[in-house]
């Protein structure tokens, strides 16, 4: 279970966070922060981070006074998120360990591109969310027209040659990011994410495009 995920991200968790920033050019923290903002949460509200990795949505949730659970198929991505003081819980996040209707609100970063079943791992995760309650997810997008082009220069030649200098782990993320991305927005263009998540069992779904498409943002209600 979970073995292609675990075999990625198990070389490269002490150093995720820094490169992971680097490498989107500085974006990737600016889409976590507002996916967060926009999902205007209560003080104390309970919130399961899920693809938690090394909790930097976690800590954007604490900052708000959540009370915050960290849940990632990866011991090692845990461990940082774990130093911060956040109660984590190893876990696939296609069966989450939790009841029904257990948390406020939910938030994902970068996860549906690593399960099999995008559409039935959404339904697990909207399960433990109580009516009412927010889903919030960051992915990476696929820049359109001309800066799609850039964009495949950077994910086919930047990002592997990078990944190489980088060494540990890194080079095997800057080869497999660029066609992962693609595949997911193939299987499914902003249209057909907005149909996913409604089909889940959320309402009021709603996506953003940011840094000329590099980014993705997705929200929704449990109805
Ligand atoms: C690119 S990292 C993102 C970490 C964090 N969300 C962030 O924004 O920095 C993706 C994370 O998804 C986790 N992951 C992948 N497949 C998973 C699964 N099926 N269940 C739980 N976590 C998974 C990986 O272990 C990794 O930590």
């Not at 003080?43 to 930097?56: C, I, K, M, P, Q």
């Not at 997810?137 to 001309?146: L, N």
């Not at 086919?156 to 095997?172: H, I, K, M, N, Q």
Request: aromatic letters at 10%; a positive charge; glycine letters at 10%.
């Amino acid at each position: 279970m979970h073995q292609s995920a675990r075999r990625l991200f198990t070389p490269i968790a002490p150093t995720y966070q820094r490169w992971a920033t680097i490498l989107s050019l500085g974006q990737d923290p600016r889409w976590r922060a507002e996916m967060v903002a926009s999902m205007n949460l209560e003080t104390s509200a309970r919130v399961l981070d899920v693809a938690a990795g090394n909790g930097a949505i976690a800590q954007l949730l604490a900052a708000r006074g959540c009370r915050v659970i960290a849940l990632d198929q990866s011991r090692e991505m845990l461990g940082p998120a774990r130093q911060r003081g956040f109660t984590a819980v190893q876990a696939g996040a296609e069966w989450l360990p939790f009841d029904d209707d257990a948390f406020d609100a939910l938030t994902l970063g970068y996860l549906l591109r690593y399960v099999a079943d995008p559409a039935g791992c959404l339904r697990e995760l909207v399960r433990v969310v109580r009516p009412g309650g927010m889903i919030g997810m960051v992915e990476f997008g696929r820049p359109r027209s001309a800066w799609g082009v850039l964009w495949w220069l950077y994910t086919r030649a930047v990002l592997p040659a990078a990944g190489t200098l980088l060494g540990s782990g890194w080079s095997a993320v800057g080869r497999f990011l660029g066609p992962s991305i693609d595949a997911f927005h193939r299987r499914y263009p902003d249209e057909a994410v907005d149909a996913l998540w409604q089909s889940a069992g959320l309402s009021e779904v709603r996506h953003v495009r940011r840094s000329l498409g590099g980014g993705l943002i997705v929200w929704g209600r449990k109805a």
